[in-house]
């Protein structure tokens, strides 16, 4: 069981989607985390509103102060299936400042859930443009995933972002876990090159299908045999990749002790 999060470097090539739709592909239980500081998107998205915001992480700050930050999770979750769980994010972007020092908190208590056979999947969205207080978070994840489209301008970004988080942290991008995946392949350029250029691994793509996209990102109905479209095949793909990544990496650094 892994701790995984997910960001962009520039601009939005579809983190909560690849997140959610990563978490919807998952196959086993998996709690999904929208730690988006720009805003929720998922209930109002995929959920279309249906479901009141009224669980999530701002209640969960409110609840921890009352019982274990871990049992505060258990009653801020929302099920979108079998199996999956959401804790949303913020309703009001303006919120993200009362959760403060408690990222750090949270990615240990996510840790912890590996022990109930849970794994946990964070959407971070944008990171990189400021001092980011979720970096607590992120050096506890298993697995960071860069994610880029294959533009010009997003390939740029991400190679100096990956370039600064490196220096930064005085540590292979290897060793912190970190690898790239690359949203819509080939448009114009492929995903090893990509990788290659950002100076990161490779931990998959994922295919350009909008028609289905918009089921994750809008909640319109799913396409004829939307289980084996494009986008949720090279989804389950990335996710077995993944975990493979991951049992592989664990195996290294308890070589390495």
Not at 19 to 46: H, K, Q, R, T
Not at 53 to 77: E, F, K, N, Y
Not at 171 to 196: F, H, Q, S
């Amino acid at each position: 069981m892994a701790l995984i999060t997910l960001a962009s470097a520039k601009g939005a090539p579809g983190v909560t989607t690849a997140a959610l739709g990563l978490a919807m592909n998952w196959g086993s239980p998996v709690l999904l985390v929208e730690a988006d500081v720009s805003g929720s998107s998922i209930l109002a998205g995929y959920k279309k509103g249906e479901i009141p915001h009224d669980r999530g992480i701002v209640p969960l700050a409110v609840a921890q102060m009352q019982m274990s930050l871990i049992d505060a999770i258990w009653t801020q979750t929302i099920e979108l299936k079998k199996d999956v769980l959401l804790l949303a994010g913020f309703a009001n972007p303006a919120q993200s400042g009362a959760i403060g020092s408690l990222w750090g908190d949270l990615g240990s208590a996510f840790r912890s859930l590996e022990a109930a056979s849970v794994d946990v999947i964070v959407d971070l969205g944008r990171v990189g443009a400021r001092v980011d207080e979720r970096e607590a978070l992120i050096t506890l994840a298993d697995h960071h995933l860069l994610l880029t489209r294959s533009s010009l301008a997003s390939v740029y970004t991400t190679r100096e972002f990956a370039q600064r988080y490196s220096k930064v942290a005085e540590v292979a991008a290897d060793i912190l876990g970190t690898a790239t995946v690359v949203v819509g392949p080939g448009r114009p350029y492929g995903a090893r090159e990509i990788a290659k250029t950002c100076g990161l691994p490779l931990a998959g793509d994922i295919a350009w299908d909008p028609k289905s996209a918009v089921v994750y990102s809008q909640g319109v109905a799913e396409p004829r045999n939307f289980a084996s479209r494009p986008l949720n095949r090279s989804l389950g793909a990335l996710g077995s990749a993944v975990r493979e990544r991951i049992v592989r990496r664990r195996q290294q650094l308890q070589g390495a002790t």
